[in-house]
């Protein structure tokens, strides 16, 4: 018999938290869906490793539909930060986690996964845990608006996004 890939097994799991996450988000429970990030990532042996994975993989997909979108749509892809009375504000003027946020989507979506993976090595170890969820429901938020204009343009989006948000 042959043993189970721990690696493949450890991605199971991220997309599988990932996509409750999406799920609840989806459902507007955001509280619910930090709840599930905790808690996949703290039932891991390794759970730095899992949550700085967790966000990488939504960031990769976030940058995935942004390239679709940007050689796919009609409009181009602008990234805009508002503040909490709906004002758009410089990146720099924005708060640590959304900066932290757009810097590494734009590392993505520029093919630098290890300025992206750095970004959130750098959040882990400083930042706060409600700059975490922050950023986390960043992450969250994007990848679900991104999908659904990727599926309003008839773009790809991954099945498991799909699904989770169905």
Do not use: K
Not at 13 to 34: C, K, T
Not at 108 to 129: F, K, S
């Amino acid at each position: 018999m042959g043993s189970v890939d721990p690696d493949s097994e450890r991605q199971r799991r991220i997309i599988a938290a990932a996509s409750q996450a999406l799920a609840a988000m989806h459902a507007g429970e955001d509280e619910g869906a930090l709840d599930e990030v905790a808690g996949a990532v703290r039932s891991s042996p390794n759970s730095h490793h899992d949550a700085r994975e967790l966000m990488l993989l939504l960031f990769r997909e976030c940058s995935a539909m942004v390239a679709a979108l940007g050689s796919g749509g009609t409009t181009p892809v602008r990234m805009q930060v508002y503040d909490d009375d709906g004002q758009e504000v410089p990146i720099d003027q924005a708060d640590p986690p959304v900066r932290t946020a757009v810097r590494t989507l734009l590392a993505e979506v520029h093919g630098d996964t290890d300025a992206a993976r750095a970004q959130i090595e750098i959040a882990l170890r400083n930042a706060a845990p409600d700059e975490m969820a922050t950023l986390m429901v960043q992450a969250l938020r994007w990848t679900i608006r991104l999908s659904t204009e990727c599926t309003n343009r008839n773009l790809p989006v991954s099945d498991w996004i799909t699904t989770a948000l169905s």
